[in-house]
């Protein structure tokens, strides 16, 4: 029997869920009459989206459709971060969508301080973008896990490694 359980807090998504979400978004604006002639391009990077259209009306038109189209392939909305609209060569405008992953060190050390605070007998430690928690009961690790499911951060949150 291991003497102590662990599971680490992580923020990710599946790229390759992503992939498909913006590949579906290209295909409806392709399809879509209000969209057919804007002559729209998304660019997926690892992460990043570039949106590159016809107006800021059509801007917002297709993060309606990024965002369902996310949503349905369990993408948190949380990993969209939207930059500012720039314009393009011949009245074009164009965006840079971040995608956000990974715990930033204010946000891990705020983790850490409200398990620590909550929770006497569960040890927490920052371990690059994730949080590591361990402790030798896992009743104290359910809790923490319900603890953390309850809060609302500013990226979406998952558990793995639970060992």
């Given at each position: 029997m291991a003497s102590n359980y662990t599971f680490d807090i992580v923020s990710d998504f599946d790229h390759?869920?992503?992939?498909?979400?913006?590949?579906?978004?290209?295909?409806?604006?392709e399809t879509r009459y209000d969209l057919k002639?804007?002559?729209?391009?998304?660019?997926?990077?690892?992460?990043?989206?570039?949106?590159?259209?016809?107006?800021?009306?059509?801007?917002?038109?297709?993060?309606?459709?990024?965002?369902n189209k996310a949503a349905k392939r369990n993408l948190s909305q949380k990993i969209f971060e939207y930059g500012t609209v720039e314009s393009a060569s011949g009245n074009r405008v164009r965006q840079v969508i971040t995608l956000k992953r990974g715990i930033d060190k204010e946000l891990a050390k705020e983790i850490t301080k409200k398990i620590k605070n909550e929770f006497k007998k569960v040890q927490p430690s920052i371990q690059g973008d994730s949080?590591?928690?361990?402790?030798?009961?896992?009743?104290?690790?359910?809790?923490?896990?319900?603890t953390i499911k309850q809060e609302n951060y500013p990226v979406p949150l998952q558990i793995t490694n639970y060992r």
């Open positions: 390759q869920e992503m992939v498909n979400a913006v590949d579906q978004t290209r295909r409806e604006i002639d804007s002559q729209t391009t998304l660019e997926l990077t690892e992460d990043t989206i570039t949106v590159n259209t016809d107006s800021e009306f059509t801007l917002d038109t297709i993060h309606d459709i990024l965002r949080v590591r928690v361990s402790s030798k009961s896992k009743d104290d690790l359910q809790a923490v896990v319900q």
